[in-house]
Structures are given as C-alpha cells and as structure tokens.
C-alpha cells in the first residue's frame, strides 16, 4: 500500500510561483510513475504533469508546459511540482498521483484510469 500526502498549496497572485511536494510512504516508489493532476471548481479532473520514477522523461499538459516543471526525489520518496509564472486559470485543487501499472510515459500519463494511488489534494488559489 502507497500513502500520498500532498503539500505546499496556498494562495498567490498572478505571475507568482509555488512548489507543490507529494511525500510517499508505504513502499519506494522507484518503478512507479508519478503524476499530478487538478480539479478546477465545476470542472472535471484534468492531466498536469507525469515523471517515470527512475528516469528522467516527463509529460506535461499543454496548459502549463514552460510553466510547471515536474521534480522527483528518490532518496525523500517525493515528488515535487514547480510552479511559475501562474495565472487565475490554474486555481484547482492539485492532487498527486502514482501508478504501478503504467508502462509508457508517453501513452499512460494523462489516463486517470492508470493511476491506483491518491492523495487528499491540496488547494491552490491564483489572484488576479
């Protein structure tokens, strides 16, 4: 069993930054691809960014590519989102992700489906 547990939301201005953390505990997430996802009020939960756990490859959505980068740090069990550059549309609740399932970055990222762990979402408000 993986725990997810999803930090580093707050409220900032337009133009701002943040760093969202997602700490894993239960077991090394080492072949797992880790993702992070979003739900805007009224909206359906949509695809962020994705990293294979032991590699370097990354998957974005065109919404935040150049904005958000994907981190990961093995030796923490953590994975990180950087945020920049932020504007009043990516206010959502940011949820972290991980699948034992995936088998290509490239193919499974944004599939909601293979995904088999969740954290609780943390909440990030962007002023205008």
């Known amino acids: 069993q993986v725990q997810l547990v999803e930090s580093g939301g707050g409220l900032v201005q337009a133009g701002g930054s943040l760093r969202l953390s997602c700490a894993a505990s239960?077991?090394?997430?080492?072949?797992?691809?880790m993702g992070w996802f979003r739900q805007a009020p009224g909206k359906e939960r949509e695809f962020v960014a994705a990293r294979g756990w032991s590699g370097g490859s990354t998957s974005y959505a065109d919404s935040v590519k150049g904005r958000f980068t994907i981190a990961r740090d093995n030796a923490k069990n953590t994975v990180y989102l950087q945020m920049n550059s932020l504007e009043p549309e990516d206010t959502a609740v940011y949820y972290c992700a991980a699948s034992s399932r995936a088998t290509s970055l490239r193919e499974h990222a944004p599939r909601q489906d293979i995904y088999n762990y969740w954290g609780q979402g943390t909440q990030v408000t962007v002023s205008s």
């Open positions: 239960g077991r090394t997430l080492i072949t797992y691809i």
